[in-house]
């Protein structure tokens, strides 16, 4: 099934820094996820933006989607060594309605 | 609320042994997903459940995995016989109406196949 692909791999960067990771696919979607995952842990929810929204906001988080690119940007601001973890979008490809997970981008932001 | 349970959060097991993983979901909550992590496959779904029936098995890999849902509130998945293959970490999750919306997951279950 299809998937979204998030770009970087890897993301390193400094305290007090912006972060911004990218997710493309391939079709039409209904919306789209956004998850953070840390180590040994399972998933958590952050953000999810539908079809026929441009942006979201969720305290220091940025969410744009770009349906015409097919594309979202997830934008972490100020970011803090806590904010260390792999980050994943979700996509309902298709009409399936069963969203399914990319790679994932995994971002250490050193203090 | 407790969230997702999962058990044991731990296994370690033979080759050709059985395996049972559990997961409550939270109460409330219709669509149930078991996932399998791998650092080479990524978050694989392996199968979804809702209201209790499984509506997309199309991620299970083999007939040695089998998952039931008895009722709302108790899923399983097992593996039997297992093979080393088949360590993973095992992720339950659970929804609210359709099964696009927010997932809540479990801790998961790390299995490990000697």
């Known amino acids: 099934s299809q998937q979204g692909e998030e770009d970087p791999q890897a993301l390193s960067i400094q305290e007090g820094e912006n972060a911004t990771m990218n997710c493309s696919y391939k079709?039409?979607?209904?919306?789209l996820q956004w998850y953070r995952q840390n180590s040994g842990r399972g998933l958590v929810h952050l953000i999810l933006?539908?079809?026929?929204?441009r942006e979201k906001h969720s305290g220091r988080l940025r969410v744009t989607l770009d349906t015409s690119k097919k594309s979202s940007s997830l934008l972490i601001t100020a970011s803090r060594a806590a904010d260390t973890a792999s980050y994943f979008c979700a996509t309902d490809e298709g009409g399936s309605y069963i969203p399914t997970f990319g790679r994932g981008t995994s971002l250490i932001v050193h203090p | 609320d407790a969230g997702v349970i999962q058990s044991p959060r731990h296994e370690v097991t033979e080759m050709g042994q059985e395996v049972t993983l559990r997961c409550k979901p939270i109460?409330?909550?219709?669509?149930l997903f078991w996932y399998r992590q791998t650092m080479m496959r990524g978050l694989e779904l392996l199968i979804y459940?809702?209201?209790?029936?499984?509506?997309?098995d199309s991620g299970m890999p083999e007939d040695r995995f089998s998952a039931k849902m008895p009722n709302a509130s108790f899923s399983t998945l097992k593996i039997q016989p297992s093979e080393p293959r088949d360590s993973a970490v095992y992720f339950c999750?659970?929804?609210?109406?359709?099964?696009?919306?927010?997932?809540?997951f479990g801790p998961g279950t790390r299995l490990t196949v000697l």
């Open positions: 109460s409330g909550h219709n669509s």
């Open positions: 079709t039409s979607i209904n919306n």
């Open positions: 999750a659970s929804s609210f109406g359709t099964p696009d919306n927010e997932q809540f």
């Open positions: 459940f809702n209201n209790n029936v499984p509506i997309d």
């Open positions: 933006i539908r079809s026929n929204e």
